[in-house]
């Protein structure tokens, strides 16, 4: 597997150029975002009164069965392990030389940070236009619009402890595996405050119903799982159609097992303040994890024979150059899609599942979505392909700990206030932090690490 990747993708990764590339996890990327964005714009439920939008619901909120639906939608487990497997060997190749990791770390944090700060300079001129024009659709759409962003401060976390993830594949293969499984494990336990063993059988209701507090730590080694396992698929630790099935097995025994003890069925949150898996991951997760894991080595032989036609693979190769860009703008395709909406009169509203017209107004909702992405991604395509290009990351260790910090502050402030007013003062320190983690003057030559 190659280890080069784009720059502009969701989940940037090692950047060492090489002769061929294997487009196997370009596809796995292609297929993870599109399912991603389609998520997004499902789970959304406009709510109008007298033909207009006051309000928003999410599907999970309203239909209870949209559960199952997202062990196939979260594929954040998914995006981990594939930037692991394809930024191990350059992550080895750097320990090997003694080159610096927090270097590249600060290359992909660049590569985050640049189109982060056109996305939030963009919502801040909505917000200013909304303040001084009475804008009603920003108000039902505020934290629609930044929550997305969670996924680039959980990446950068994550990615920061790669060299490590790559050290202890080294030293203990598939251990370090059933290690971070077992912390896991304890965490969750913990969590529960488990006293006797019958108390297993509830487990998951123990778990969500005692709040984040130590839960907190599976923010970081439920995480971590894709990544190692990701490293261990690179190196062939596990491989075939076998192991796929039996992983397919597993996560589907896992998932069931843990819904039984009382874990919620979705894996995503449709809001804050409810028993989730995410916030605080759990091990449940982990159930969807061994899914994707699984279905990635049972598909790999067809979809590889698949990539082999040109005009397949130019559509992935389309899709990866627009990752980034595609994830960053794919909400803000929803403030139009509701104002054409109320203005043609189209059912985007239908109600809740099994009322009349339900699903095809969640066809007409999405149609829209599209109709209103396609010029944006136009214009922001035009816009990134016009700014300068291979800028050099900083290799001060000062600078990129400050700037890395003024990164996830403001996309975490972004996350809490939504785009009024977080996305102000996001801006700020993401801004911010696209200057601190660049070079201070710009060397000339081949860049080192580029965003």
Partial sequence: MNSSQPSDTPQPSDTDSQTSRDRYPDALRAGALLVVVFGHWIATLPRLENGLMTTTDHLLMVWTGAGVLTWVLQVVP?????????????????????????????????????????????????????????????????????????????????????????????????????????????????????????????????????????????????????????????????????????????????????????????????????????LPPTLALVGVMWVQIGVVLTCEGPVRRLLERRRIDRVVTILGALGMPLYLWHKLAELPAAWLGERLGLPIDAGIPGEAGF????????????????????????????????????????????GGTALLGGIIVSLALGALPGALFGLAGVAAASWLLRAHPQPEGEPVGRA
């Avoid at 930044?146 to 401060?153: A, D, G, K, R, S």
């Avoid at 909702?365 to 922001?380: D, E, F, G």
């Fill in 359 to 402: 699903w095809l107004g969640r066809l007409w909702w999405i149609l829209l979505c599209i109709v209103s992405a396609t010029p944006v991604m136009v214009a922001v395509v035009t816009f990134e392909m016009g700014r300068k290009r291979g800028v050099i990351s900083a290799t001060g260790t000062p600078a990129i700990l400050v």
């Fill in 78 to 278: 998914l995006f981990v392990f594939v930037s692991a497997a394809v930024s191990a060997d350059g992550a080895q190749r750097r320990l090997k030389q003694g080159h610096r990791q927090l270097h590249w770390w600060a290359g992909r944090a660049l590569g985050l940070a640049r189109p982060t700060v056109t996305y939030l300079a963009v919502l801040v001129a909505f917000v200013v236009i909304a303040t001084y024009t009475g804008g009603r659709l920003l108000g039902p759409l505020n934290h629609s619009l930044t929550v997305h962003l969670w996924f680039l401060m959980m990446l950068l976390g994550v990615q920061a402890l790669l060299p490590l993830c790559v050290w202890a594949d080294n030293r203990w293969g598939l251990k370090a595996v059933a290690g971070l499984l077992l912390i896991a494990a304890a965490v969750d336990l913990l969590r529960a405050g488990i006293t006797a063993p019958v108390e297993l059988l509830e487990l998951g209701t123990l778990v969500t119903d005692n709040g984040g507090g130590i839960g907190w730590l599976n923010a970081i080694i439920v995480w971590l799982l894709p990544q190692q396992l990701g490293i261990a698929w690179k190196r062939g630790r596990f491989s075939g159609l076998g192991a796929g099935l039996a992983l397919l097995l597993l996560g589907l025994l896992w998932l069931a097992v843990a819904v039984a003890s009382g874990y919620p069925v979705a894996m995503v949150d449709g809001e804050f303040g409810v028993p989730s898996n995410l």
